[in-house]
Structures are given as C-alpha cells and as structure tokens.
C-alpha cells in the first residue's frame, strides 16, 4: 500500500490543497474510521482484516469437528457490529457502513477460500438456485423493505455480496468450459495484476476526476464509456508497473 499510497495523497493534498496533519491521517486511514472518508475504505477495512485472517482460519478449521457451527458463528459476529452500530451509533454507522457491511462477505470469502484451494467441485444445482433465488430476493427487497428503515441498505448490500459470489462461481465455471487462446493469455496478464488493479483503481478514479474540468466525469462512471476506458488503461498501466517493482 504505501509505495502507491503516499505518492497519491500527496498528489491528492496538492491538488486540494489541504495539510500536513490531515495528509498524515489520509496516508494512515485514519481519516476514514474518524471523518469517513471513504476514498481508501477499502484497504483501511483489509489491512486489518487480513492480520485477523490466520487467527480466524484457526478458530474455522483448526478442529475437525465442530466446523458448521464455527461458521455460523463467524458469520453471526460478521452481522453483529452492524446491528449495534444501528441501533447506538448511526451518525457514525453512516459514515462507515460500506467497511463494516462488507464484514460478512470477508468471512463468506474464508469460508469458501478453502473449497477453492482444495478444488472441491461446486454441484450444478447451486448454479440454478443462484439463479432463481438472487432475482426472487432482489424483487423481495424491493416490493416488501421500505426504503427509508435502517436496515434496507445492509440487507442490500448483503444481497450484493450474495448476488457477487455467484458471479465469481459461475464466470469460473464458464471458463473452464470455453476453450481460450488469445482471451485466456489476457486473463492471465490481468489476473497475476488483479492485486496492484484493486489497490490503485479507486485512487486513479479519484486524482483523474481532481485533474478534469468536469468533475462528475470520473466519480459519475456510468455516464460515460470513454470514461471506464481512461479509467481501465491507466489502472492497468500502472498496476503492471507496480507489479513489476514489486517483484
């Protein structure tokens, strides 16, 4: 992180011309547990994340008995912070959901990292569930939930992670059915540099939309394609330079 962290907020504090005290928060995510600035969210959620993982692992498998329920309750303790933050801190809770929302979905990826790393087959019926069930439960929240309550925007969020998670499976299984050439040496190139893209997009989206003239164009992603294409070529240019030193 700091290698391509610390050039981009110093960039972003000349560009916006802020100082030395709230730079330092930026470069250490402070800003956003404190002001909830959400421009990093996601790595000031994963670093600690990730020192948890090992420790989580052990309490998921570290007892050949026992398994289901500690995933449960894994799960159960990935939901529990959102419910309290509801319920006693909303103002803060706001500011901060998109990190603490994304909990369960971090302990639904532990869960199946395992089932990916021993290349466990997924049964083609869970392919036709996700098919009907992610619809039926999307219409559901929309027809039933009402927008304003508390809860309507974890629970969309949780169908998201849901809806995201059976994307990856079936795009994985897609593949290994489709014979790829050219495609594949593509995928591979991007994949090995998936890492270095996921740490630099959202801070190339950010410096190209305080560099341009029109500043909905890069935050408003979905009003224009060339756009997603600016955005796509530098992430990648830049992630496979990343990659490349860092190696």
């Keep these: ?12 504090a000349l560009i916006l011309r802020y100082g030395a005290g709230r730079l330092l928060e930026n470069i250490l ?7 909830g600035t959400k421009t990093v969210w996601y790595l000031a959620l994963l670093l600690p994340l990730y020192m948890l993982a090992p420790l989580i692992y052990v309490f998921l498998y570290g007892r050949k008995t026992g398994k289901t329920n500690r995933a449960v309750l894994c799960l159960a303790v990935s ?48 392919y036709g569930a996700g098919l009907v069930l992610i619809p039926v439960l999307y219409l559901a ?21 849901l809806m995201a998670i059976w994307i990856c499976l079936a795009a994985a299984n897609l593949f290994e059915r489709i014979p790829l050439a050219a495609p594949g040496k593509v995928c591979a190139f991007l994949g090995r540099r998936s890492l270095e893209c996921y740490l630099v997009h959202v801070m190339v989206l950010h ?10 164009r890069y935050l408003g992603l979905g009003k224009s394609a060339a756009a997603y294409l ?6 990648v240019l830049l992630a496979n330079l990343i990659y490349r030193l860092a190696r």
């Design 29 to 35: 995510m402070i800003s956003f547990w404190t002001r």
């Design 79 to 126: 939901v529990l912070p959102n419910l309290l933050l509801i319920l006693w801190g909303n103002d803060y809770y706001e500011k901060t959901e998109i990190a603490w929302s994304r909990l369960l979905i971090f302990c639904l990826g532990l869960i199946l990292g395992k089932a990916v790393a021993e290349k466990r087959r997924i049964p083609a019926a869970i």
């Design 230 to 235: 600016d955005l796509m070529a530098l992430c």
């Design 1 to 12: 992180y700091l290698p391509v962290g610390i050039p981009f907020w110093i960039a972003d």
């Design 141 to 161: 929240l929309f027809l039933f939930l009402p927008s304003g309550m508390r809860l309507s925007g974890l629970l969309e969020r949780y169908a998201g992670s």
């Design 207 to 216: 410096l190209m939309n305080d560099v341009s003239r029109d500043r909905s």
